[in-house]
């Protein structure tokens, strides 16, 4: 004789546990099982067994890594974080199953150590800085093994929207929103900026040049040159290496330029600033 089971779902409040349903197994011997579901403080879910917090350990994590990787990002944090993805910084995902949020990841070469102290410790990791030997490949042109500095923070939910807007297929861009204001200008000039020195027999001037080659003529028109234009009076054009865009401040605002970015803050870059603006030694 096989055997039926009568199944009956109720919510019901469970001691000190939250709002759970609850099932009830009416036996053919007459005894009545009383199953509670939790519900998952992460996705709101329910599973079997009330005295736990997470429908699972992928739940569980997840929570974990959006409570306690706290990033506490202000104007200033947020502005070095635009300034230096539109350089050299990137965004990193984790195993999708296990980590759903980004991290911060910069690197510079070893020389350039200062200037990853000076950006890490606006995340509080100038003490976590690395050295790393890149040890060189067959195809490289130059067979010379390099050492380079990097930190990263944390996997955390507060660099989601950067990743939401500098990624798509994860492939980076400049979002549309994008602000060059002083401090973004400074840290895409330290990145990836250097100052072209001018030759007399061209009847060419210096002007400072950002080496943008990833990213696409598109996006820096209207995400870059219409806005530091419109936005700050400061005049740029197209320069083109091997076929990729990069951008060359306009002679017209070369003393603009300079004045709105400021003194180079790290000695190590000293030579990307004309003679005139280089900060004096004390």
């Not at 506490?72 to 502005?79: F, G, Q, Y």
Request: glycine content about 6%.
């Amino acid at each position: 004789m096989p055997l039926f089971f009568v199944y009956t779902y109720n919510l019901a409040y469970s001691g000190k546990y939250k709002m759970k349903p609850r099932k009830t197994i009416d036996h053919p011997n007459g005894y009545v099982q009383t199953v509670y579901y939790g519900k998952c403080d992460y996705c709101g879910g329910y599973y079997e067994g009330a005295g736990e917090k997470f429908c699972g350990n992928s739940c569980s994590v997840r929570n974990r890594y959006e409570t306690t990787n706290k990033i506490e990002i202000d104007k200033n944090t947020h502005d070095v974080i635009e300034g230096t993805l539109f350089s050299d910084a990137h965004l990193e995902l984790g195993n999708k199953n296990r980590n759903i949020n980004p991290r911060y990841r910069f690197k510079q070469a070893e020389k350039s150590k200062e200037y990853v102290e000076y950006v890490a410790k606006y995340f509080g990791l100038e003490n976590k800085i690395v050295h790393m030997l890149n040890k060189h490949k067959p195809t490289d042109l130059v067979k010379i093994d390099t050492i380079d500095c990097r930190f990263k923070t944390c996997s955390s939910k507060d660099l989601q929207k950067y990743h939401q807007r500098w990624y798509i297929n994860k492939i980076k861009i400049i979002p549309e929103d994008f602000d060059p204001n002083p401090e973004c200008l400074l840290h895409g000039y330290l990145g990836d900026g250097y100052l072209y020195k001018g030759n007399m027999k061209t009847y060419t001037y210096p002007y400072p040049v950002f080496c943008t080659d990833s990213f696409t003529a598109e996006d820096l028109q209207n995400s870059f040159i219409d806005p530091l234009e419109n936005n700050y009076g400061i005049y740029a054009r197209f320069l083109w290496y091997k076929g990729r865009p990069r951008i060359a401040i306009r002679r017209k605002s070369f003393d603009d330029f300079f004045n709105f970015i400021g003194p180079c803050p790290v000695s190590c870059f000293q030579y990307k600033w004309p003679e005139k603006f280089q900060k004096q030694p004390a």
